[in-house]
């Protein structure tokens, strides 16, 4: 207790008798706590204002984050299936990059697909083999945005690589369907 008021409450109830005044600290009116601490019924409105001001910018600067984010990841240009399935019937020479977990990447994936599991940050021993001259095109079964081999394209421009393009949405799934080459490991 503090000079007659409960100093715990948010709003510094005055304290009655039975609360502790009778032991010599003054008893407080909500009028003269109000005058002292200054929040007064407009002040508390201010407050509550202010405070949904900061949440609508906080709010915007997260999505502005996400934004920017996104931007980074749709960085690398797409290819469909019929384009790489084209490129491969030609022989042309690409390496395809499956970034799916290695117990998926075993059930079935893109025939000459190397297994390249997406972590947050890939590590240069993992890429270093990697030809620097040909095509790279990554892939996942992440759905529009393909979010995780779009994270790996991303990793691979700042390791250096600037040919890496993301196979476009079905990906695996419209390779599948369409019944292109699959092999297991």
Same mark, same amino acid.
């Given at each position: 207790?503090?000079?007659?008021?409960?100093?715990?409450?948010?709003?510094?109830?005055?304290?009655?008798?039975?609360?502790?005044?009778?032991?010599?600290?003054?008893?407080?009116?909500?009028?003269?706590?109000?005058?002292?601490?200054?929040?007064?019924?407009?002040?508390?409105?201010?407050?509550?204002?202010?405070?949904?001001?900061?949440?609508?910018? +906080? /709010?915007?600067?997260? @999505?502005?984050?996400?934004?920017? =984010? *996104?931007?980074?990841?749709? %960085?690398?240009?797409?290819?469909?299936?019929?384009?790489?399935?084209?490129?491969?019937?030609?022989?042309?020479? +690409? /390496?395809?990059?499956? @970034?799916?977990?290695?117990?998926? =990447? *075993?059930?079935?994936?893109? %025939?000459?697909?190397?297994?390249?599991?997406?972590?947050?940050?890939?590590?240069?021993?993992?890429?270093?083999?990697?030809?620097?001259?040909?095509?790279?095109?990554?892939?996942?079964?992440?759905?529009?945005?393909?979010?995780?081999?779009?994270?790996?394209?991303?990793?691979?421009?700042?390791?250096?690589?600037?040919?890496?393009?993301?196979?476009?949405?079905?990906?695996?799934?419209?390779?599948?369907?369409?019944?292109?080459?699959?092999?297991?490991?």
């Amino acid at each position: 207790m503090v000079h007659g008021y409960a100093s715990m409450s948010v709003f510094f109830r005055p304290l009655t008798t039975d609360q502790g005044a009778h032991m010599g600290a003054p008893l407080l009116t909500t009028a003269a706590v109000r005058r002292l601490t200054g929040l007064t019924p407009c002040n508390r409105r201010r407050i509550m204002i202010n405070i949904k001001r900061r949440s609508w910018v +906080v /709010t915007l600067f997260l @999505v502005l984050i996400a934004a920017v =984010y *996104a931007a980074a990841q749709s %960085k690398a240009p797409r290819i469909s299936i019929q384009e790489l399935k084209a490129m491969m019937d030609k022989k042309t020479p +690409v /390496t395809i990059i499956d @970034v799916q977990p290695k117990n998926i =990447y *075993a059930e079935g994936h893109i %025939k000459g697909a190397i297994s390249l599991p997406a972590s947050k940050k890939i590590a240069l021993e993992d890429v270093w083999s990697l030809p620097s001259d040909q095509l790279i095109v990554t892939y996942c079964d992440c759905g529009p945005g393909e979010a995780d081999s779009a994270d790996v394209a991303a990793q691979l421009f700042q390791f250096g690589y600037d040919n890496v393009k993301v196979l476009g949405d079905p990906s695996i799934r419209g390779w599948k369907k369409a019944g292109y080459p699959l092999e297991k490991k």
